[in-house]
T-cell receptor, first 115, second 114 residues
Framework: KNQVEQSPQSLIILEGKNCTLQ??????????LRWYKQDTGRGPVSLTI?????NTKSNGRYTATLDADTKQSSLHITASQLSDSASYIC??????????????FGKGTKLSVKP | NAGVTQTPKFQVLKTGQSMTLQCAQD?????MSWYRQDPGMGLRLIHY???????DQGEVPNGYNVSRSTTEDFPLRLLSAAPSQTSVYFC?????????????FGAGTRLSVL
């Protein structure tokens, strides 16, 4: 069964600290993996998209890693800021033609950054 | 840059009422889709469209209709609202080949059915 599991479900950290969010998937055939940030009351916004051959991709203080062998990804946030408080959603895309029904969404990790 | 625009932002319905959630994008994207987001669950696909005049069902299509008469617009219709349709609805768009391209989401419509 195609699934995306994220951990932890929620996380509280102090401003300025680093944190790492995890994403494990059982999706095939694999096309790419995306991380989205969703602020409260807003729609998801893309942070990174990684294909099979990419191990690391950065977007400012956000760094995503991908291990296609173990089917794991992580999102590392450096020097957290209050504005990083949001839900982070991992999405895995299947390489199964052009059909829309090929995106498998995780349930997200809710991050709270406290002053 | 408008991107993906959803209206209304909030809506309260009574059971049995019908309504249309509007979605428009100005990026000339071929693909558009509707999702619902419920607490503790990932986004679930309701309906999608690969281009004007073409629509298809997603994971949870029951109780919803869609049409795509233009590239820009993709409205979602609730035929007879039920409390189980209380949710946050997101419209998204992308270039053709959504499996390889980033989706852009609207801000969402928060719907309560009483």
């Amino acid at each position: 069964k195609n699934q995306v599991e994220q951990s932890p479900q929620s996380l509280i950290i102090l401003e300025g600290k680093n944190c790492t969010l995890q994403c494990n998937y059982t999706v095939s055939p694999f096309s790419n993996l995306r991380w989205y940030k969703q602020d409260t009351g807003r729609g998801p916004v893309s942070l990174t998209i990684m294909t099979f051959s990419e191990n690391t991709k950065s977007n400012g203080r956000y760094t995503a890693t991908l291990d296609a062998d173990t089917k794991q990804s992580s999102l590392h946030i450096t020097a957290s800021q209050l504005s990083d408080s949001a839900s982070y959603i991992c999405v895995v895309s299947r390489n199964y033609g052009g059909s829309q029904g090929n995106l498998i969404f995780g349930k997200g990790t809710k991050l709270s950054v406290k002053p | 840059n408008a991107g993906v625009t959803q209206t209304p932002k909030f809506q309260v319905l009574k059971t049995g009422q019908s309504m249309t959630l509007q979605c428009a994008q100005d990026m000339n994207h071929e693909y558009m889709s509707w999702y619902r987001q419920d607490p503790g669950m990932g986004l679930r696909l309701i309906h999608y469209s690969v281009g004007a005049g073409i629509t298809d069902q997603g994971e949870v299509p029951n109780g919803y209709n869609v049409s795509r008469s233009t590239t820009e617009d993709f409205p979602l219709r609730l035929l007879s609202a039920a409390p189980s349709q209380t949710s946050v609805y997101f419209c998204a768009s992308s270039y053709a080949g959504v499996a390889k391209n980033i989706q852009y989401f609207g801000a969402g419509t928060r719907l309560s059915v009483l």
